[in-house]
């Protein structure tokens, strides 16, 4: 795969697990008072591997063809930390229902 098409395929990957983060978060505003401390806890675990996932995500646009293994991996790992989180927070809002 070219390196374009990497990169597009993990922005649709990142579209696709901030689709569900917003799903997380409108369950949390849906939720009770005492219930929404508990959310917010998860979603800041998810908001900042978001923001981990989406710098990587920005290097890798620019990294030059020499940096660009490096970087990829280093993306990879960061995409990888943000669906778990991402998943775990999904079953402790189910857990919690």
Do not use: C, P
């Not at 020499?66 to 993306?75: C, F, H, N, P, R």
């Amino acid at each position: 795969m070219d390196r374009d098409a990497q990169i597009e395929k993990l922005k649709a990957q990142m579209d696709e697990w901030n689709a569900q983060m917003h799903k997380l978060e409108a369950r949390m505003r849906e939720a009770r008072a005492e219930g929404q401390e508990r959310y917010r806890k998860y979603l800041d675990d998810v908001k900042e591997q978001q923001r981990q996932a989406q710098e990587q995500l920005d290097k890798l646009r620019h990294a030059g063809e020499g940096a660009w293994e490096d970087v990829l991996q280093g993306t990879k790992r960061a995409w990888e930390e943000y669906h778990q989180s991402l998943e775990r927070a999904w079953r402790r809002f189910q857990d919690e229902d």
